[in-house]
């Protein structure tokens, strides 16, 4: 089976200029979630869907992100413009549907897109 | 607030030996899951073990064990037999609100193993 899928797996881009990062979730899972991490800390959420419908996209910051999943399944996260501050590492993830049970909602990550803004 | 500590900032261990991964939480809700993930400099995130909050036995993947003491609010990594492959960034993480799926994670901790 495969994994999540992203691309690019890196990114160089002047500030001020637009990125888009985009994510394949694994087969069957309806949940999808971005993430950014920054150096030397752990993963923060950014965006929550189900299905297609983002349901947590209160850390996101609207202002220069923004994200679609057009019939729920691929992903894409945009910024524009860029700014220096968002040099980091974009990471999605993919959950299968909650049926009640333990270990359910285990998250699996993509390889990531690293983003370099100079 | 739900929060996830992670106290070791580096962790050198010999090839073989036993390695305990520091963990703890702080949550009011009583249901919750606990999670590890290891990140090699590749940088993708590997899904190591689970643990729920309700679960009367500690979980064990393969050379991987989870400590589980909840009274204590702990949830320590223990890998066992470590391999030169082993070293990487861990990850504790928690799931907070049955349903909503939001990860919190740790600031995690870098573990070398040396041959």
Redesign the interface.
């Known amino acids: 089976e495969a994994g999540v899928v992203q691309s690019p797996r890196y990114k160089i881009i002047e500030k001020k200029q637009p990125v888009a990062f985009w994510c394949n979730p694994i087969s069957g899972h309806n949940t999808l979630y971005w993430y950014l991490q920054n150096l030397g800390q752990g993963p923060e959420l950014l965006i929550r869907y189900e299905n297609e419908e983002a349901v947590d996209d209160s850390q996101l910051p609207k202002d220069r992100f923004s994200a679609e999943r057009l019939k729920g399944v691929d992903s894409t996260l945009k910024i524009q413009p860029a700014e220096l501050g968002d040099s980091a590492v974009y990471l999605c993830a993919s959950s299968a549907p909650w049926l009640g049970g333990g270990g359910q909602e285990t998250q699996y990550f993509g390889p990531g897109t690293r983003l370099l803004v100079l | 607030a739900q929060k996830?500590t992670q106290t070791q900032p580096g962790m050198f261990v010999q090839e073989k030996e036993a390695v305990t991964l520091d963990c703890t939480y702080d949550t009011s809700d009583p249901s919750y899951?606990l999670?590890w993930?290891k990140q090699p400099s590749?940088?993708?995130?590997?899904?190591l073990i689970?643990q729920?909050s309700?679960?009367q036995q500690n979980a064990t993947e393969g050379r991987y064990s989870l400590n589980f003491q909840k009274a204590r609010k702990s949830a320590n990594l223990v890998i066992s037999a470590s391999q030169l492959g082993d070293s990487a960034m861990y990850?504790c993480?928690m799931?907070v609100s049955r349903?909503?799926?939001?990860?919190v994670?740790?600031?995690?901790t870098r573990l070398t193993i040396n041959p």
């Not at chain 2, 590749?42 to 899904?47: D, L, T, V, Y």
């Not at chain 2, 349903?99 to 990860?103: D, I, P, V």
């Not at chain 2, 994670?105 to 995690?108: L, M, P, S, T, V």
């Open positions: 996830i899951g999670f993930y590749s940088g993708e995130m590997i899904f689970y729920g309700y679960d990850f993480a799931r349903g909503a799926q939001k990860l994670f740790g600031q995690g």
